[in-house]
């Protein structure tokens, strides 16, 4: 069982409500009552740490309940809590973290941010790995070659798309993660891709729709593009220069 003991009201406001949210079952005692018997782990303030010992313990922020949460239902589940990162690649990536069997948190965030999001989940987590589709080949490799620091599976995506009934529109990418989180995968430090020629085109057609005065980047930008060193309004702007100086 989750104990949430603490006398700071803003850690015990935010982890409390976490935890409904999460319908993980818990309860509450003060910092100086006795602890229930079948305590797994308690969630307490930096004031309050040093009271627990030897009873496993997850010191809350006020400002980031949520990892406390994620933390103290890890250990709950022991081994099978191993938290996974899946991500379905393409412009806006799905982003899917699991505790084990559980999805604790989804995203979906534009490609420049993707890296990022993963690494700020996983920068806690014991032995973490995260998993991309192999679909949305540029988008993927740019995923994989940023990515530092930590397991890396490039996983088969076929399938994991599933079928979305009324209302549910929207959710796709977010569903693939899911599913590709729970795929296992090559292990891969770093993919290279030569984007075709049909690549290029489209994302010079995307820089034309992008462009004020209806004119595409070269195939030198788009390249770059591809190779995720620019976005496509990056690559405008440079365009733009070249042609004033």
């Not at 620019?230 to 690559?235: G, H």
């Amino acid at each position: 069982m989750i104990v949430v003991a603490t006398s700071d009201f803003e850690v015990y406001h935010g982890v409390v409500s976490e935890l409904r949210d999460r319908g993980a079952t818990f309860t509450t005692v003060e910092p100086d009552d006795e602890l229930p018997d079948r305590t797994a782990v308690v969630i307490t303030g930096a004031s309050d740490e040093e009271s627990f010992a030897p009873v496993p313990t997850v010191v809350a922020a006020p400002e980031e309940p949520r990892r406390a949460v994620d933390q103290a239902l890890t250990t709950v589940r022991g081994d099978a809590g191993r938290t996974i990162v899946g991500v379905d690649p393409g412009r806006k990536p799905g982003i899917a973290v699991l505790s084990g069997e559980t999805v604790v948190a989804a995203f979906q965030v534009p490609l420049s941010a993707a890296v990022d999001v993963v690494q700020e989940e996983v920068s806690d987590a014991t032995d973490p790995v995260v998993r991309i589709g192999d679909g949305s080949r540029l988008q993927s490799a740019r995923l994989i070659n940023e990515l530092e620091d930590v397991r890396v599976e490039l996983v088969d995506e076929t399938g994991t798309t599933p079928y979305l009934g009324t209302g549910a529109r929207g959710m796709e990418d977010v569903l693939a993660a899911v599913n590709i989180a729970r795929l296992e995968g090559e292990v891969v430090e770093a993919r290279e891709i030569e984007p075709t020629a049909g690549e290029l085109q489209v994302i010079k057609d995307r820089s034309r729709e992008r462009s004020e005065t209806n004119r595409a980047i070269d195939e030198e930008l788009a390249r770059r593009v591809a190779a995720g060193e620019l976005t496509i309004d990056e690559a405008l702007v440079e365009h733009r220069e070249r042609d004033e100086g």
